[in-house]
């Protein structure tokens, strides 16, 4: 039997066309459980842009500049399908780097003090399940060692195939393993509108490289708009191809098809109890990273963030920019190991959990699990905190981060009451046992 006849793979890429998992095959849904489950996970951007604390790839997009002009990059985009690339500057692709810096960046490339091990390590100890590591961002370094092109991590002054040794170190710890790679890529010279089938030939091997060199591979992140319809990757191809290596993987939304989950970037997701959805967030706005100068914000405003996710029916994706040097930023360090500490002990209220029942709001949220609902709450309204009425009748209350409660529930609502002494910041976790 040939792939293209295949009915595995002919489910596998009708499950993708379908947004909402009820929609989805049986096997589609249960393939996704492990990464409802893992609720969180650590995202890497990281190539030779960190030498110059500028932003991943958006330099090489508008590179053709003195570093003061914001003059655009006369490369071709795709301009397929009315497709423009090429079309604005944002404040965090600032600043721009000179084309003969940018692109000899990686020849001073020399991250000496990475350590996979210490690196997965880190993002356990946060408490994070799963790593999401860029293989290939859109300027096209590639930060393996690939037999398909020369600008490669082999190229640069280290010479070390950093997507491999991260992905021992995963299969090492236990933690799932999954690569970013952008299906744009400035660099190479077939890609744009006269030679996309050569430039997808390209793609496919190196994503088969990856898939094989790399068998515990769980999750591929891909990165273009939803405007890029998927028959400009030859998609049903490259989903033929990805299921044949490895059938249980977990895909993105970003390769024209609703796949396995939306990935809203920068904001917390919507409640959204019938789309898988994982935010992408930064501790400083940026991708990469940029310096000492940018602010890293608090380790309240990171478990927010997580407990948001959660609490929204999503999972967190939070992304650190490594140092040159190879090492995590301390600051990120230190936000990631106190938001682990805080699931050490409360845990139960974010792992394996379901969003709502009660829909976010300005007080939190609330996760379930089974007859439990872990009510989040973040911010205490003046008085006692009103919910909706629930289904079920409460048999008992507590407040798993210490203190005393009290919940009167009616027809009509249930009121949470819990002295100030026994409010804590950032997080007030009150669990309900329900009948």
Sequence with gaps: MSDADDPAFEQFWADAQ?????????????????????????????????????????????YDDTGEQLRDNPRPSPDLYDIKEHRFW????????????????YKSFYPGMFDADRFVATAQQAGMKYLIQVTKHHNGFC???TRFTDFTI????????????????????GMKFGIYYSQRDWHHPDY??????????????????????????????????QYYPWQLWDGKKLFRMIHRLRPEIIINDRCGVPADCTTPEQSIGEYNLERDWESCMTFTGFWSWHGFQAPVISFEECLRHLVRCAGGGGNLLMNVGPLPTGQIDPRE???????????????????????????PGD????????RTVYVHVLQWPEGDLLLPALAGQVKSARVLTGGKVS?????GSLRISVAPAGRTTPDTVVVLELA
Excluded at 28 to 55: I, N, T, Y
Excluded at 93 to 100: D, H, L, M, N
Excluded at 154 to 173: G, H, K, Y
């Design 333 to 359: 360090a230190d936000r990631l190991q106190r938001v682990g500490a805080w699931l050490g002990k409360f845990g139960e209220s974010i792992y394996g959990t379901r969003g709502g029942p009660f829909p």
């Design 154 to 173: 082999m190229a640069t002054p280290f010479r070390r195939d950093i997507v491999v040794e991260l992905a021992q170190a995963c299969a090492r710890a």
């Design 90 to 105: 944002l404040d965090w692709f600032k600043p721009a780097v000179p084309r003969e810096v940018y692109d000899n960046l």
């Design 363 to 370: 007080y939190g949220v609330s996760t379930r699990k089974g």
């Design 407 to 411: 919940v009167l529930q009616s027809a």
């Design 143 to 145: 930060m393996w060692d």
């Design 192 to 225: 744009g509108p006269e030679r996309m089938a050569k430039y997808n030939e390209y793609m496919f091997n190196q994503i088969e490289e990856l898939l094989v060199k790399c068998p515990n591979i769980a999750a591929i992140f891909f990165d273009t708009e």
């Design 18 to 62: 379908q947004p909402k998992w009820a929609d989805k095959s049986e096997r589609s849904q249960l393939r996704l459980d492990w990464w409802r489950d893992a609720k969180f996970g650590m995202f890497v951007h990281w190539d030779p842009s960190s030498v110059a604390a500028s932003e991943i790839s958006w330099s090489k997009q508008f």
